[in-house]
């Protein structure tokens, strides 16, 4: 380590870095004795690891195996790589991490590198490494969307990140408030995190009973640039927080959550929605997204900055084009209060109500483990290699459910549960 990593490792607060590591393992996988874990994390984020699979041992795993990838060694491909390249992906590896997902190893992923690693690259050969990449990873991934085995996703605040978050301070010092706004988000700032965890899930699935019990039929989101009315899958189911995998284990795929999510009808979405933020998609800021949906296809699409990006992601395969995920999230939640852009996912979609475009999750249907795939499609739900969510609550949407019968139910008001 050289003096000036030293310093930037030492922004970081040690015991609640270990905290997180041990909610991750307990909370977020919640792993089982004997379980394996395949996890993959940049190396930027090596002391996160060591404390990850040193909690998973005491805890009982059983062979955790870690992958960790480099941002130079990434950047190495885009400026060396044969042009040929950029269509492939290492299939052999997909396929080895899917016969695990099938054999009940856990997944885990840290991220936390620079979210604009390849800003500077090609476009084009960016798209196509990732639609390469999807295909190779799709049958492994449909185990975690169908929610086989229990998954989970955390973060590590990386020196580029906190500088892409914090670009005024030093760098010491922006990874001490990333790393702090990580922790509070994390609810490891919390004396007992893991009974905060433990409160957090029952409040998120207090509003999970509320609107599986109202039975919309839609939502209708209202506010500056939106009027558009989301139809819900038929046989919809509200998740959030904490749930059940297949393989029987209570986990919380998500670490921060505030999110609560269901299927929208693939079919059923009609009108106009604007970005309330900026959407960080593989190296691009995408802001001020504008689409207009017909029968639950995009059939207009502009953005303010990264229009062609945009248009890219929404020709990589039909499904692409509708909607994939509908959450809600309130504008005073501890994310959203921070009133940071983390540019990530993990975090920026738990800030604000989303939708996402592509991949449904079948776990979002009432007994969705055991419908087919063609039963899940019959019911609305969308197919697509991509998942990207995007943000359109803000202080100013309303939100009404609309029953069957055509009657509504004041949901949000002002961003807020109504
Ligand atoms: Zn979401
Ligand atoms: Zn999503």
Known sequence: MTTHERKIAAAIDEAKLDKLAEVVVKVGLNLQEGQDVFLTAPVTALAFVRRIVEHAYKAGAGLVTPMLADEQMTLARFRFAHDASFDRAPGWLYEGIG????????????????PMLLAGEDPAKVARANKANSIAYKPALEKIAGFDINWNIAAFPGAAWAHQVFPQDEPDVAVAKLSD????????????????????????????????????????????????????????????GASVAKNGVVCNPNIPTEEVFTTPHAHRVEGTVV???????????IDRIAVRFEAGRIVEATAAHGQDVLRKVLETDDGARRLGEVALVPHSSPISASGLLFFNTLFDENAASHIALGQCYAKCFIDGDKLT????????????????????????????GIKPDGSRVPVFRKGEWA
């Open 181 to 240: 706004a990580i922790f509070a988000a994390s609810r490891v700032d919390k004396a007992d995190p893991i009974a905060a965890w433990a409160a957090h899930n029952a409040a998120l699935r207090s509003r999970t009973q509320w609107l599986n019990g109202q039975r919309f039929a839609a939502l209708h989101y209202t506010g500056p640039g939106t009027n558009l009315t989301i139809g819900l899958a038929d046989g919809h189911e509200w998740e959030g």
């Open 99 to 114: 016969k695990a997902f099938a054999a009940n190893t856990a997944r885990l992923a840290i991220v936390g590198d620079n």
């Open 373 to 400: 795939p063609e039963q899940i499609a019959a019911q609305g739900g969308n197919t697509s290699l991509i998942h990207i969510d995007w943000m359109i609550g803000s202080d100013k949407i309303d939100i009404d």
């Open 275 to 285: 970005s309330t933020k900026p959407l960080s998609y593989q190296g691009t800021l």
